[in-house]
């Protein structure tokens, strides 16, 4: 069975090398190589369909469904055209809260970040590290807008 996989395997990397991409992926499937049919299919910018397969054969805890999903969300975080925040959303889908925390933050939805730190912490799944500087830059957007005493009293009765 081992040896028959082998060949099956390597038959499968080869019709996708000459662009018959559904052939192999096909292929590896038969021989429950689903994760690397997914990179294959994402490598050939088949996102989509990669994530299809994904969450219909792959378990949704499994490392392997976790690694398709950020390889997707990465993707959708530097080259999508829509909206980047979509990016945290496919992170949030697959429960990698902590990177969807930091996404949100660099992209500037400070506020959105707050929150779904919030909900971490209130839920305990949050390990903490990333909680004080992004109060305080929370904070410093608040006095940006000219809220100086609501920013003060947040940074009081907060605790990180």
């Known amino acids: 069975e081992t040896s028959k996989n082998t060949v099956t395997k390597l038959v499968a990397t080869n019709l996708i090398a000459n662009g018959k991409v559904d052939e192999g992926v096909q292929l590896l499937c038969t021989i429950d190589l689903c994760a690397e049919a997914c990179r294959y299919l994402q490598d050939h910018n088949q996102w989509e ?7 219909l054969r792959l378990k949704s805890n499994s490392t392997e469904y976790i690694d398709v999903m950020k390889r997707w969300s990465e993707y959708i975080r530097q080259y ?4 980047k925040l979509h ?11 902590r990177r969807a925390i930091e ?29 004080q500087k992004l109060f305080d830059d929370y904070i410093d957007l608040m006095q940006s807008f000219g809220f100086a005493s609501i920013a003060n009293d947040y940074r009081t009765t907060v605790v990180v």
Do not use: M, P, Y
């Open 80 to 83: 999508s055209q829509t909206s």
């Open 49 to 55: 369909r990669s994530i299809w397969l994904a969450k």
């Open 103 to 131: 996404i949100l933050h660099n992209q500037g939805a400070t506020e959105l970040a707050i929150r779904l730190f919030i909900c971490c912490k209130q839920f305990g799944i949050d390990d903490g590290t990333i909680g």
């Open 87 to 97: 990016s945290a959303l496919v992170l949030i889908s697959c429960g990698q809260f």
